[in-house]
Every structure is written in C-alpha cells, then in structure tokens.
C-alpha cells in the first residue's frame, strides 16, 4: 500500500464553521506533512510533524490546528477561517531515518477548500 | 530569492519531442526531487536524487551537485506529459519548492 488518502476531497465551509481535514497512510512513514496550495504556485509547507511530534510550525495561523493522533493519521482542524484561507491542502509522508525524511514524500490527492 | 529556481515557467512542445526543464538551487541539499501535478491536485514523486542520474521510462533526471544544477528530461513527449513539473530540495526535514513548469504537449 503506497497510498496517502485524504478526506473530503472538497469543502465548502463559512467563516464560522468548525471542520476537520483527515489525512492517513499505512507505509509506516513516520514523517507527515500539510502543505497549502493556491492556484499556479507551489505548495507552501505548513506543519511537519516527526514520530507523531510537532517538528515544523511554519508561522501557520492559529486557525490552523494540527494534530497527529497517530503514526498513520494526521488532521487538520479549522475554525474562523477566511477566505483568503480557500486553497488546495495537500497531506504527505515519508520515512525518517534519524530524524532526517528518507526516500521521497508521497502526497495525498489533496482537500481542495473553499470559504465563503 | 528563492531558494530553487526552475525554468522555463512555461512550455509547450509537439507531440514526439523532446523536453528539457532546469533547476538551480542554493542551498545545501539532502537531496533533490522532481514531481509531477496534473491538473485537479494530486502530485506523483517522479525521482529523487542526490547524484548522477536516474531513468525511468521516457524520464531522465540528472543532477551535478558541484553546480547546483537539475534537469528533467522527456523524451518522446506525449499529450499525457502535459501537466505541472516541480522542482523540489530537502534540506534537513525541511523541503523547498521551485514554481513549476507548466507543460503542454499538442498531438
């Protein structure tokens, strides 16, 4: 299995929602990434999180709340978002091998958001 | 500046052609990576390297370290080639994206 799977793949959400983005792989990767998206540029690195730690908080609005309950699974919790917010947000893995990512990151489909 | 430039930003190509696209980079790297982004999201790790040269297929990556310096080659090209090819370093755990080279191949 060499398969990253995030659900929904689409949300729409108001200002004042809370919801969830979920995100798992069952390669054992011990590394999993959120990166965002917006249309015609690359992803933007948001958390990292290293044998199911927070390692990287990249200046990520607090809206954006992180969580790895885990090995397998990462989700990604919002609530008060913007607009501006509205982006493609893609999950990744990847073996760590003392610390450092090993092999290449595997990316999920995405979560393709939009808030209104 | 960032960290990984790519180049062309844009390309398009015959069907049958074949197709160079370079990234520079300045950092120290653990190794460099090219994806692939079709439109609709999902991105395919196509190679990671740290040296010399990799083949898979009609895809050929090469990388010289002292130069700081990648290309992705396609030979062959083919209308299902077209999508968005991005240029990518690890550095530690943290990863630096070039801006992508949108291809299109016409039949």
């Known amino acids: 299995d060499t398969e990253v799977t995030q659900t929904p793949k689409h949300l729409v959400m108001g200002m004042t929602n809370k919801k969830s983005l979920k995100c798992e792989q069952h390669?054992?990767?011990?590394?999993m990434y959120w990166y965002k998206q917006k249309a015609k540029k690359p992803p933007e690195l948001m958390f990292v999180y290293s044998y199911e730690k927070l390692s990287i908080n990249e200046s990520v609005p607090s809206r954006f709340s992180p969580e790895c309950p885990n090995s397998s699974l990462l989700n990604l919790h919002l609530h008060a978002l913007q607009p501006e917010d509205s982006a493609l947000y893609l999950c990744?893995?990847?073996?760590?091998?003392?610390?450092?990512?090993?092999?290449?990151?595997?990316f999920g489909p995405g979560t393709r958001l939009l808030v209104l | 500046k960032n960290e990984v430039e790519q180049s062309p930003q844009n390309l398009t190509a015959q069907e049958g052609e074949f197709i160079t696209i370079n990234c520079s980079y300045s950092?120290?790297?653990?190794?460099l990576h090219w994806l692939q982004q079709h439109p609709g999201g999902g991105i395919v790790s196509l190679f990671m390297l740290s040296s010399g040269k990799k083949k898979h297929g009609r895809l050929i990556a090469t990388i010289n370290i002292q130069e700081k310096h990648s290309s992705l080659h396609i030979t062959a090209s083919h209308p299902r080639d077209s999508a968005v090819y991005i240029c990518?370093?690890?550095?530690?755990?943290?990863?630096?994206f070039g801006t992508g080279t949108s291809l299109t191949v016409i039949p």
């Open positions: 950092v120290g790297i653990s190794a």
């Open positions: 390669m054992g990767h011990r590394a």
């Open positions: 990744a893995s990847s073996h760590l091998a003392g610390g450092i990512p090993k092999e290449t990151q595997y």
């Open positions: 990518a370093v690890s550095t530690g755990n943290q990863f630096y």
